[in-house]
């Protein structure tokens, strides 16, 4: 049957009218996380940075054997006690614990082949159950060390951080890492939740207003100047401007001709080269 909620970003196919009224009508609670804050969804995007982390570990005793052993590792990673779930998630999956695949009071077999091979996969499997502690234990380091622990009252102004945005459909930005990091400043207006704050965003944005805690940073001077987004930033971080002007033409090295065109919104230091057959 359909399940009871699903977690997924702000991607415009999750927030269409048509996917929002089949899964009304099956009684699914749709939650969206909050804007650039793919943390929100634990079960895959966490989950895929430890198992990145897991099979870094174990391929790096066995390299070439992978692809051998990844049915093990799958089921070691399956049947481990998870402490979110507070069970493993073989259990959480099928309501019983999982089958014992190493018996500590086997006899020896008669077929030598037989023996090697039960020792070579307990051997294997004590090595995978190592690497996924470990595992664990790095995903949690790593996430403690950057988490701080901050708390925003309605009133307070804060700057809003986004990682480097992207212009789609056009030619790639050479000056990425020198665009602004933080935005703002804006008034908080509601607390979302335990770390998700609302912002008094400009009328004309058209991004979602509610944020994570970790991308917000308060205004010590809050009474500055605030550096707006762009008016053509959408839900997905990407801009989707309209040429505004051609300022120049040129030939590229292949003799491709080219038109620098200024984008509607954006400033000149975005002016960029693009192909006229592109346009």
Known sequence: G?????????????????????FKQAGTKLKYSSAYHPQSDGQTEVVNRCLETYLRCLTGLKPKQWPKWLAWAEYWYNTNYHASLKITP???????????????????????????????????????????????????SQANKHRREVEYNVGDMVYLKIAPYKLKKLAKRFNQKLSPRYYGPYEV????????????????????????????KKAVAPNVEPQPLPACMYEDWHLEPGPEEALATRENAQGELEVLIKWQGLPDFENSWELVDKM
């Open 2 to 22: 359909f399940p009871g909620s699903i977690v997924s970003d702000r991607d415009k196919v999750f927030l269409s009218n048509f996917w929002s009224e089949i």
């Open 90 to 140: 073989f259990e959480a999956l099928y309501g019983r614990t999982p089958p014992v695949l190493v018996r500590e009071d086997a006899s020896m077999s008669a077929v030598e082949e037989v023996n090697r091979l039960i020792a070579e996969r307990n051997e294997m499997l004590k090595v995978m159950q190592d690497q996924l502690l470990k595992a664990q234990d790095q995903m949690r």
């Open 189 to 216: 207006i509601q607390k979302i939740g335990a770390v998700a704050y609302k912002l008094k965003l400009p009328e004309d944005t058209r991004v979602h207003p509610v944020f994570h805690a970790s991308l917000l």
